[in-house]
């Protein structure tokens, strides 16, 4: 593969790519930047990446800033609009789908990247959900700007150039992180219960660990859930973690095990017996059940 990342070029989708990698990820890659550009969609631009396609849902993140315009996003049910300001980061392993609006096509900068540096990020900065939104602005933008001028000026995928994106990485994840913080000061600490377990139902979260987070003992949450939900702290994370489980089921060709690895479950069976247990149904029922439904609509 010859080296692309000092050429810029402008395919049919009217997209400049100012960096494709000369060489292929290694699982022991700290950061490796496959591909990186400016995207001006026109009201067609849609981009769907399917299970097929397996070796992105291993290892690849996307990482998009949003110059102008209105775009959205889908994921295992789940649907984001984003518009100027906003910065998206579709997590790995994950089917998505993502297109610009059709009276608003979104202009946007991006990367992707994969390795052992953003693995850990991941759990640290952007857990909880198929994929991020969040609103940064200009400062976001002028990360990736930075970065994209790091990756044009490139003639070779060196260490000290793989250094010098994950120190730029970093700055965008810890801004993102500051942000949070911000919003967070304004939660109340039931609020804030709700907000860490969103971040980790995909973990094996239990009352224990939600209650040692927050310094509180076990029936004081008791009573803040019920108080509150009018449901236990564990029919809720149960309930959470069922509700993903459904649009999985619905929205992608995960297999039932891969679910059930995906959100926690000790195996196959465990998930199916919680699946009964809060829907009535297997997870199997479910699906052809929904299927049909949508079939009669």
């Known amino acids: 593969m010859?080296?692309?990342?000092?050429?810029?070029?402008?395919n049919a989708k009217n997209e400049s790519i100012i960096w494709k990698s000369p060489?292929?990820?290694?699982?022991?890659?700290?950061?490796?930047?496959?591909?990186?550009?400016?995207?001006?969609?026109?009201?067609?631009?849609?981009?769907?990446?399917?299970?097929?396609?397996?070796?992105?849902?291993?290892?690849?993140?996307?990482?998009?800033?949003v110059m102008s315009g209105v775009g959205y996003i889908e994921?295992?049910?789940?649907?984001?609009?984003?518009?100027?300001?906003?910065?998206?980061?579709?997590?790995?392993?994950t089917v998505h789908t993502y297109y610009s609006d059709s009276q608003q096509p979104f202009?946007?900068?991006?990367?992707?990247?994969?390795?052992?540096?953003?693995?850990?990020?991941?759990?640290?900065?952007?857990?909880?959900?198929?994929?991020?939104?969040?609103?940064?602005?200009?400062?976001?933008?002028?990360i990736i700007d930075a970065i994209h001028d790091v990756l044009k000026a490139a003639e070779a995928e060196t260490p000290e150039l793989r250094s010098t994106i994950t120190r730029q990485l970093l700055d965008l994840f810890l801004l993102m992180d500051e942000h949070k913080n911000n919003i967070r000061k304004n939660l109340t600490p039931f609020e804030l219960v709700l907000e860490y377990i969103d971040d980790h139902v995909r973990d094996d979260i239990t009352v224990e660990s939600v209650s040692s987070a927050f310094f509180?003992?076990?029936?004081?949450?008791?009573?803040?859930?019920?108080?509150?939900?009018?449901?236990?702290?564990?029919?809720?994370?149960?309930?959470k973690k069922i509700d993903i489980a459904k649009r999985m089921i619905i929205a992608n060709d995960t297999s039932f095990s891969g679910i059930a690895t995906y959100l926690g479950f000790?195996?196959?069976?465990?998930?199916?017996?919680?699946f009964r247990s809060v829907e009535?149904?297997?997870?199997?029922?479910?699906?052809?059940?929904?299927?049909?439904?949508?079939l009669d609509s």
């Open 23 to 65: 060489v292929k990820s290694s699982s022991t890659d700290i950061i490796h930047v496959e591909l990186a550009g400016i995207t001006y969609p026109d009201k067609n631009y849609s981009i769907k990446r399917t299970r097929s396609q397996k070796r992105l849902f291993d290892n690849l993140f996307v990482i998009e800033y």
């Open 75 to 93: 994921s295992e049910g789940i649907r984001a609009r984003v518009s100027e300001g906003d910065v998206y980061i579709i997590h790995r392993q």
């Open 107 to 142: 202009k946007k900068k991006w990367i992707n990247v994969s390795g052992s540096f953003i693995n850990a990020m991941e759990k640290v900065f952007f857990k909880g959900g198929p994929f991020t939104v969040i609103h940064l602005g200009r400062p976001a933008e002028a």
């Open 266 to 274: 000790y195996d196959s069976h465990h998930f199916f017996r919680t």
């Open 216 to 239: 509180i003992s076990q029936s004081t949450l008791y009573r803040m859930f019920i108080s509150k939900t009018g449901m236990s702290p564990k029919t809720y994370i149960m309930s």
């Open 280 to 294: 009535g149904c297997s997870p199997l029922e479910y699906r052809k059940k929904t299927l049909e439904k949508e």
């Open 2 to 10: 010859n080296n692309l990342s000092s050429k810029q070029h402008t």
